[in-house]
């Protein structure tokens, strides 16, 4: 059967949060992100469970538009970072991609060779995030030349929130502000700009469409808030087993720079999952795991192959037993905290050797 590391994928709560994030905004229309291979998830299962319940897909690039296009899914996909190539135009409108268009060298591409066949475009502006669009200040420019573009159909307006999961912030109001302001212009133009966090943030009109992404997965978007406190499950569960246990005695070290020392007689297993499964390097001992319907904790440096767990306590702990890394008992955002970083990061850094189980729905 080999190593048994693995990350339960459960489609169930992936459509559950879809329907939550829906539901947070009932009179808007939901597209969904799933770049990235689903936040880790797979972006083929990911899409096919989604392919009922969304209008529309967005990615981040290309590749993992055909990906999508490959696994049947006939929902348009936005690109969010639109097209890189000249040559992708051609790809993007034979495929029904929708390209968002955020600095003059894209539009320049598409006025100077437009596409064969109708596209559909959307234009990034840039409210304050200041990394990709056009100036609020260009904008009737921009909007006027493609516009002009043969074959070209331009769809709508889009932005990104820099700070809507603090529910202290005022800038996401100043960004939405904006974006309502040059909206307010073409209302024949569909508008995007809510993010997971901007969900929860009644304050923040959410247009026509809104793209979920970290939330659909089961992770927080907000800070100060918890996953389940918003209503979202955990759609991976993170596991392994116990390899090896070893009884330590008081004052013995476990793992590289022998950083952990026992204070007290200790049972520890050796778990098969390592920061080359993307369990996270910098996780420091005293990151949570459950075994056996308890917590415990990690101990000692995680390796790429391993970590150590104590087992002091959990009850006929043994070789074999499931070891929870993240899931259903240990929140993905707790795992994250510990290691100094955040949920995101974590789903997605899962690696290629770990396979995925999906439930059936």
Not at 273 to 285: C, K, Q, V
Request: net charge negative; hydrophobic share 40%; aromatic share 6%.
């Amino acid at each position: 059967m080999g190593r048994e590391t693995r990350a339960r994928i459960d489609l169930a709560a992936l459509q559950h949060n879809f329907t939550v994030a829906a539901g947070q905004v009932p009179n808007a229309r939901v597209m969904a992100v799933v770049k990235a291979d689903g936040y880790g998830h797979g972006i083929e299962a990911v899409a096919g469970a989604l392919a009922g319940h969304a209008e529309r897909f967005a990615v981040a690039c290309i590749e993992e538009a055909q990906r999508v296009r490959k696994a049947g899914i006939a929902q348009p996909v936005v690109l969010l970072q639109g097209f890189h190539q000249a040559a992708d135009i051609a790809t993007c409108s034979k495929l029904q991609l929708e390209p968002v268009v955020h600095s003059d060298q894209q539009l320049n591409a598409l006025s100077s060779a437009p596409p064969d066949r109708p596209l559909r475009i959307w234009l990034k502006i840039n409210t304050g995030m200041n990394r990709l669009g056009f100036s609020p200040s260009v904008a009737d420019q921009v909007i006027a030349s493609a516009k002009s573009v043969p074959n070209v159909t331009l769809a709508g307006l889009v932005t990104h929130y820099a700070c809507a999961d603090d529910r202290n912030d005022d800038f996401s109001l100043h960004q939405h502000d904006t974006l309502a302001a040059l909206s307010s212009r073409y209302p024949e133009l569909e508008v995007s700009a809510a993010n997971s966090a901007a969900h929860f943030r009644d304050e923040l009109q959410p247009f026509d469409w809104t793209r979920p992404g970290i939330m659909l997965y089961g992770a927080t978007p907000m800070i100060g808030q918890s996953a389940r406190e918003l209503g979202l499950k955990p759609a991976m569960s993170l596991e392994s087993v116990i390899t090896t246990t070893r009884a330590l005695k008081a004052g013995e070290s476990v793992g590289y720079g022998a950083s952990w020392r026992a204070e007290r007689d200790t049972l520890m297993g050796i778990v098969c999952i390592g920061y080359g499964d993307g369990y996270p390097r910098h996780a420091p001992s005293g990151t949570p795991v459950w075994i056996n319907g308890q917590r415990t904790t990690t101990i000692g440096r995680v390796s790429m192959d391993m970590l150590a767990v104590d087992l002091t306590g959990v009850g006929d702990a043994k070789v074999g037993d499931t070891v929870e890394l993240w899931g259903a008992n240990i929140p993905v955002d707790e795992v994250a905290a510990h290691a100094g970083t955040i949920g995101y990061e974590l789903l997605t850094g899962v690696t290629s050797r770990v396979p995925r189980i999906y439930n059936a729905v």
